[in-house]
């Protein structure tokens, strides 16, 4: 145990002087700023941004590049409370249940209170989930080790079912959605043949379909369509009529839901497909039913606004865990933060702890560095970003297109690439108008072509014998979670089914 301690401790020591140098102190402020301004804008999201900002980082050192999108991902969930408190306007979706509480309390003179409370639980997830991630992410990694070509096929496997099962909606569309994403990771040249694929005689394809423009066009571009379809929105302006920091009542209501939606928020945004959104719903719910009096929440109550805004930061950083111990991302930030790495020449997995170690400590130290600017930025800004909401759209979404379109065709110096974005672009916003997620088509397009890869190299050493899967005792363990996943929530499906033919 001291011994575990002592290099723990050695290996903080090497992340602080990684991340404490002036360009990536630098970065961390920069991303963590952009994270704050987006998390502000209502309908950009940090997906979109994390998307729009990624040419930018291609010209850093990878490390710096990763501590600057971390800071921008996390730092959004941090702005995402600012106006769901103020103006009730959820900056990202893992705001919204922020406005239930947080905006009511605002209304009663107590944005002040609110809006601190939100800033403290943010900041003790934000902590407890860095450290979590730098004692379990080695771990994780050290059983990962242990892992073959059929154990990384069946993980693959069970994030895909997993963001099937997690997404919003329809099954069927979120199913259609990864068949779709695949599909698009498949386009190009086989790596193993080299033989051209999908491509249709157009040369540009021939490398296969960026993930960056998809990204963009996506979670970019569709959301400006979106937004200008519906600009008109209620809030009204809340005043900061009260004292700022919380009262000891307050702090004694909030202690405890911090610490349940910290713990909560851990265990979901390790998950595959979990991200932010779910964690903050369930610790909402999670603390409405714990409560002795549950009519108190939507009505200003502090748990309603302290454990979702834990869970959601919790969640948020969570997703780190599988990201860089595994080198499979549970959600779509995640899947843009791989192949970030992926196009510094970096492979995630688990031997960038024990090859690149400065780049995993740095990283993780960055995170504790980034908690500290967002709670000592946050609060004194909120001005500034009440003036920038009420800024008219049409103002911002040229700028937004246009940084978009720099950003896309700076990849490979093609046109080509704008296209591609647009493209996705107007495919997302049908996709999202016909009530389908985008998520988990990036999820697809990120884990098809590695998924492929390792389906063949299993299948190679096996000499096509398909029981290799089941074989190994953990890509069965895997598989079988898949199988019970799915049908857990297939069966009710099919129940309610039966019951109405019975019926008619």
Request: hydrophobic share 50%; with cysteine.
């Amino acid at each position: 145990m001291i011994e575990l301690a002592g290099a723990l401790l050695g290996n903080l020591a090497q992340g602080f002087g990684v991340a404490m140098t002036p360009v990536n102190l630098g970065l961390c402020l920069l991303g963590c700023l952009l994270g704050t301004l987006v998390g502000v804008l209502p309908g950009i999201g940090p997906t979109a941004t994390v998307a729009m900002l990624m040419p930018i980082t291609f010209y850093l050192e990878p490390t710096g590049a990763l501590i600057m999108l971390a800071g921008v991902f996390y730092g959004s969930q941090y702005g995402g409370s600012t106006t769901a408190i103020l103006v009730n306007l959820p900056g990202e979706s893992s705001s919204v249940v922020t406005c239930l509480d947080g905006h009511a309390m605002a209304r009663g003179g107590r944005a002040g209170a609110a809006l601190a409370i939100a800033a403290l639980a943010s900041l003790f997830a934000g902590t407890v989930t860095t450290l979590a991630i730098a004692v379990g992410g080695p771990a994780i990694a050290s059983v990962a080790l242990l892992f073959q070509s059929p154990d990384y096929v069946a993980v693959m496997v069970l994030g895909l079912v997993a963001a099937i099962v997690l997404a919003h909606g329809s099954l069927v569309k979120a199913m259609a959605m990864i068949v779709l994403g695949v599909f698009i990771g498949l386009v190009g040249t086989d790596v193993t043949t080299g033989e051209q694929r999908y491509t249709f005689g157009i040369a540009d394809l021939y490398d296969g379909v960026g993930f960056v423009p998809v990204a963009m066009g996506l979670f970019g571009l569709s959301e400006i369509m979106l937004n200008l379809e519906s600009r008109a929105r209620d809030g009204g302006l809340a005043r900061l009529r009260d004292r700022l920091w919380p009262s000891r009542d307050d702090f004694r209501s909030a202690t405890p839901a911090t610490v349940r939606g910290t713990l909560l928020g851990i265990v979901l945004g390790i998950l595959p497909g979990g991200g932010s959104t779910i964690p903050s719903f369930a610790a909402y719910s999670l603390e409405k039913k714990l409560a002795r009096d549950p009519s108190r929440f939507g009505q200003g109550a502090v748990e309603g606004v302290a454990a979702p805004e834990a869970a959601n930061n919790a969640g948020a950083r969570a997703g780190f865990i599988p990201m860089l111990a595994l080198g499979i991302p549970p959600n779509a930030i995640m899947a843009l933060l791989v192949g970030a790495m992926m196009i510094h020449g970096i492979q995630p997995g688990p031997q960038i702890i024990a090859k690149q170690p400065e780049l995993f400590w740095g990283l993780v130290v960055s995170m504790w560095i980034g908690n500290l600017m967002l709670v000592v930025l946050n609060l004194p800004l909120i001005g500034l970003w009440v003036r920038l909401i009420q800024m008219p759209y049409r103002y911002l979404f040229p700028a937004i297109i246009v940084f978009c379109c720099i950003g896309v065709y700076s990849l490979r110096n093609s046109m080509m690439e704008v296209v591609f974005m647009a493209v996705a672009g107007v495919a997302g916003y049908v996709l999202r108008k016909l009530g389908c997620e985008p998520a988990p088509l990036l999820l697809g397009l990120i884990l098809g072509p590695m998924l492929e890869e390792n389906f063949r190299r299993s299948l190679s050493v096996s000499g096509g014998d398909y029981m290799i899967f089941l074989q190994r005792p953990i890509s069965a363990s895997l598989l079988a979670c898949a199988v019970l996943l799915l049908a857990f929530v297939l069966l009710p499906g099919v129940r309610r089914q039966r019951q109405r033919l019975r019926e008619d």
